[in-house]
C-alpha cells in the first residue's frame, strides 16, 4: 500500500484522449507563441474569476513580478507580504526592483496577519501582497481598509487559491490585480510552467501584455522593459482542457479536507480552519503537530506522502535574512515552520485513503502515549 502526496499521472490518465486532440491541434495549426489557446483560456480564465481581464504569463512569479510592475511599485518602494508564504511571493517584489518588508502570519488562518500590517507601514510602503495560503484566502476587506487609508495598491497572490472564495466573491479580483500560478502541482496546473494575472484594470492589463511581450504595445516598438513572460500556448491547450474540471475538482478537496477534519478531531493535531465567508480550495492540507518529524517519519515508513511546505519562514532564507531581518522577528511564522506538515491531497484521492492516513497518524499517536 502506499498513498502519495499528489497524484498526476492519474488525472493525466483520465483525461487522455482530451489532452492529446488539444496537444494535436496545437501541432496542427502551429499557433505556438500567443496562439488561440492563450487568448481563449485569458477569457475563459477572467469568466472563472468575475474579472474584466486575464493575462497570461510564463509563471506565477512572473504574474505577481508584471502585476507589482504595472502598478508602478519598483525602486525605493516597499511591499510587505507574510513571512510564511513560497519564496516567490517575496521574490516577484525583489524582481520588480522593490524591498520585500515581512509581516508575521494569523495564529488562526495563516495567512498575513492584518493586526500587524499597520506596525509594518512606512512612507516607502506602496503595496501590500496578501497571499491565499493553501487555498483559503486572505481577509480582504480589512487588507483593503488598510490600503486605502494608507494610499496603497493590493496585489493577490492567489498561486495557491484558484476559484477559492472570500465573501461570495472568487479571488483573483479582490484587489488591483492578481497572480496565479499554472505550476503543474497547483489546483489548474499544466504540464509545465505558467501564470495568469486578473485584473478588472485596463491600463493594468494592457501594461502587462506590452510587458510579457518584449515591451511591445506596438509591433517593433519595444517601448516598456522587454522581457520575454508569454504563456506557452500548449500550456494554454491542456490548461483549458482541465479548467472545465476546476470547479469539480475542488468540490473533491473540500469533502476530503472536511472528512480529514472529522477524523482528526480529538487527536493532539490542529487541523485547518475555514471560517464563514470563506470557500477555501484546499490546495495543500496541512495540519501542525508538535511531533511532526517524527510523525513525518512515521508515515514514510507506511508509505504515505508528506511534505513541509515551507520548512523555513521567507525572512530566514539565505537571500533574504541579509536585509536585517532576523529570528525572532515573526515569532508565529518561525513557530508553525516546525510543526506544519501537509497530508496526501489531490482530486482523485478518496475517503478510504483518507482513513488509512488518519489512522496511521492515531496509530503514531497511540504507540508514544504507550512508551
Ligand atoms: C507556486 C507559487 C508561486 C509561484 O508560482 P510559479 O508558477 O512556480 O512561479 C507564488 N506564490 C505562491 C504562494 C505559490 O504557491
Redesign the pocket.
Known sequence: MSIPLIDLALQHRNLRSEINSAIQEVLDRADFILGQDVAKLEDAFAAYCGTKFAVGVD??????ELSLRALGVGPGDEVLVPAH??T??AA?VSFAGAKPVFVDVDPVTWNIDVENIEAAITPRTKAILP?H?YGLPADMNMIQGIAAKYNLVVVE?A??AHGAVYKGHRVGGLGSAA?F???PT?NLGGCG???MVTTNDAKVAETIRALRNCGQREKNVHELAPFNHRLDNLQAAILRVKLKYLDEWIESRHKLALHYNKLLAGLDIITPVEPPGYGHVF?LYVIRSKRRDALQAHLKERGIGTAIHYPNPVHLQPYYDKNGTARGQFPFAEKICNEILSLPMFPELTEEQVEIVVSEIRAHACGLSRR
Do not use: E, I, P
Not at 509563471?59 to 505577481?64: E, I, P, V
Open positions: 509563471s506565477g512569479l512572473s504574474a505577481l508564504t513560497f516567490a511571493t516577484a497571499v495560503l497572490d498561486c495557491q497572480g500560478s499554472f505550476y497547483k510552467d505558467g501564470g490546495h
